[in-house]
């Protein structure tokens, strides 16, 4: 039967008579067999031939690296819209692909650390900030200054950064989470205080709203993510707190920006560095 891997001598056996007439297509399969193969249709050796470069790709996306494309400004000026960077999705542990479950634990976020998470309202949107508390942490961004366990995280204050889109300059500040020193912004515009809690927050209750800010106890095995544009950023102040099964991974490299690209042209120089030590390469 064409198609099907026998012994040349149990297909002579039962295609004798074929063969004594020499029919073309018998004795093609006779060849193929002599030969160790079988012939495949053309569109499935063609199609098999791509396997190979799937698999090396899924595999990358699911288990190790994983490209994003930065949307919006929250994260600046660590974070520049239009920033492609690369996140690594095994530092925190591996995880299978759409459910998302943890099966090898390899590591915990870090405060400092810059990770994409899945949005806790809608797991269909990627977001990107810092980390800020850890589970069991008591969180204060009060007149805005963060105060982690009762120990204010200090800033030092630093040349203005000028956003070249709105014309205008905010003061810019360096302060360290843990080992990553990282810098903000503030936008004096903006009033400290937040009247309530925003609608759909995570956890209703767990954080005490103020005229002078916000106050948060960091549930177990959630995270607390703020953005470094602190008054044009959506983040837990907001909606509340980051679950573990949501986390992606830990963002640790931007190698292009396509609207700088664009401006700049191909010869342009480009901004290829690490996440955390953004802010000391662009000075």
């Known amino acids: 039967?064409?198609?099907?891997?026998?012994?040349?001598?149990?297909?002579?056996?039962?295609?004798?008579?074929?063969?004594?007439?020499?029919?073309?297509?018998?004795?093609?399969?006779?060849?193929?067999?002599?030969?160790?193969?079988?012939?495949?249709?053309?569109?499935?050796?063609?199609?098999?031939?791509?396997?190979?470069?799937?698999l090396v790709v899924f595999l990358l996306r699911s288990f190790l690296f994983e490209p994003f494309r930065i949307p919006s400004g929250s994260m600046v000026p660590t974070l520049e819209i239009g920033d492609l960077i690369l996140v690594n999705k095994y530092e925190y542990g591996i995880r299978l692909p759409v459910v998302n479950k943890k099966v090898l634990e390899l590591g915990q976020p870090k405060r400092g650390d810059v990770m994409v998470f899945r949005y806790p309202l809608n797991t269909s949107q990627d977001y990107i900030k810092r980390v800020v508390g850890l589970p069991g942490d008591r969180v204060e961004y009060v007149n805005k200054q963060l105060t982690i366990n009762n120990q204010p995280v200090p800033l030092e204050k630093v040349e203005p950064y000028y956003d070249a889109e709105r014309m205008r300059t905010y003061p810019q500040f360096v302060g360290r989470l843990g080992d990553t020193p990282h810098r903000v912004i503030v936008d004096d515009l903006v009033q400290p205080g937040m009247s309530r809690e925003a609608p759909g927050n995570t956890h209703p209750g767990a954080c005490q709203y103020s005229g002078s800010g916000v106050v948060c106890r960091v549930p177990a095995g959630h995270y607390f993510m703020m953005g470094d544009n602190r008054d044009n950023s959506e983040?837990?102040?907001?909606?509340?707190?980051?679950?573990?099964?949501?986390?992606?991974?830990?963002?640790?490299?931007?190698?292009?920006?396509?609207?700088?690209?664009?401006?700049?042209?191909?010869?342009?120089s480009r901004r290829r560095q690490n996440v955390e030590n953004a802010e000391e390469n662009d000075k």
């Open 1 to 54: 039967m064409p198609g099907r891997r026998t012994a040349p001598a149990d297909f002579d056996t039962r295609n004798r008579a074929a063969l004594d007439r020499h029919e073309p297509i018998v004795e093609q399969e006779r060849k193929s067999l002599e030969d160790g193969t079988v012939r495949q249709p053309a569109w499935l050796e063609y199609t098999a031939s791509f396997f190979p470069v799937i």
């Open 235 to 268: 983040d837990s102040r907001f909606w509340g707190f980051v679950p573990d099964e949501n986390i992606v991974g830990r963002a640790f490299f931007i190698w292009m920006n396509l609207a700088i690209w664009a401006a700049l042209g191909a010869s342009g």
